[in-house]
């Protein structure tokens, strides 16, 4: 009679190791994502917070007084009044998260964000970039434009399975444009190029660009509007506008030979090959 063997193999053990090794790995990873989420969603949500905040306290006329906001690196202050004061006692400070930063301030040269009383519009509209110190691909974008509107955009999110368009693309370039040229609309399909005077289409401060018009190829009306969000000395949110209905043409986007943007002729948006022009946020 044989004895039966019970018990694990050699092989049998490693499997199973390997098995528990992958699980622990996916686990860790999840952990790691849901991590920085977390961070990136909390920052977003307190800066708004605190852009409502001063914007409500301005035009509820508190203490007879406009608000604001001022951004630094690593944190942001809600204070009253239309200069910041960094010695104010009644200064509200926000420390930011940790392994968070704010990356980027385009608000038209300045740091702060100011309500104006009655009206509720900000005196320097533009953009306040925060990202995670050890990933700066993920990151949110917090908007004010003139009239006080505050929205974000959050370029960590997965729209894998959302229809894009490419109506309004946001195109962030990292270099001082208040001196360019020339933007160039190159039709590569058809051979047609236009050159537009990028002085002619800045505000006075140049601290904002906007051009809109209509340009006929092989035939066929492409109408294109580009404006910016946030100007400065650093850098430049371009927002691009090329709704699908009005558009049926490949086009390249390029501002004095550095290319931005590039569209296919059904219209979807990819990064242009400039070294300063980041990956096209579809809104």
Not at 131 to 158: C, F, M, P, R
Not at 251 to 271: M, P
Request: proline content about 1%; hydrophobic content about 40%.
């Amino acid at each position: 009679m044989t004895k039966k063997q019970s018990g694990f193999t050699l092989i049998e053990f490693l499997i199973v190791v390997a098995v528990l090794v992958i699980l622990a790995s996916i686990l860790f990873s999840s952990i790691i994502f849901f991590h920085r989420r977390s961070l990136i969603d909390a920052t977003n949500q307190e800066i708004i917070n605190a852009l409502r905040l001063a914007q409500n306290k301005t035009l509820s006329s508190e203490g007879a007084s406009s608000f604001g906001v001022h951004f630094e690196t690593w944190r942001f202050v809600l204070f009253k009044g239309d200069v910041y004061n960094p010695s104010a006692s009644d200064n509200e400070v926000h420390d930011l998260l940790a392994g968070m930063e704010i990356a980027q301030i385009g608000l038209g040269g300045g740091s702060d964000v100011i309500f104006e009383r009655l009206t509720g519009n900000a005196a320097q509209a533009g953009f306040i970039k925060a990202e995670l110190i050890q990933d700066s691909t993920k990151n949110t974008l917090i908007y004010v434009d003139s009239s006080g509107t505050i929205s974000s955009l959050d370029s960590s999110a997965n729209d894998t399975n959302r229809l894009k368009d490419s109506r309004h693309v946001h195109v962030l370039y990292s270099q001082n444009t208040k001196n360019a040229a020339a933007l160039t609309l190159t039709f590569p399909n058809d051979g047609v190029v236009q050159s537009i005077s990028y002085q002619s289409g800045l505000n006075s401060g140049k601290t904002q660009f906007s051009w809109s018009g209509t340009i006929s190829v092989a035939g066929a009306d492409q109408k294109i509007t580009i404006h910016s969000h946030g100007l400065t000395d650093s850098a430049t949110l371009f927002c691009f506008h090329r709704d699908r209905r009005d558009n049926s043409k490949a086009l390249n986007i390029s501002l004095d030979s550095q290319n931005l943007i590039n569209y296919t002729a059904d219209g979807i948006a990819t990064k242009g090959t400039s070294l300063w022009a980041g990956n096209p946020e579809t809104q």
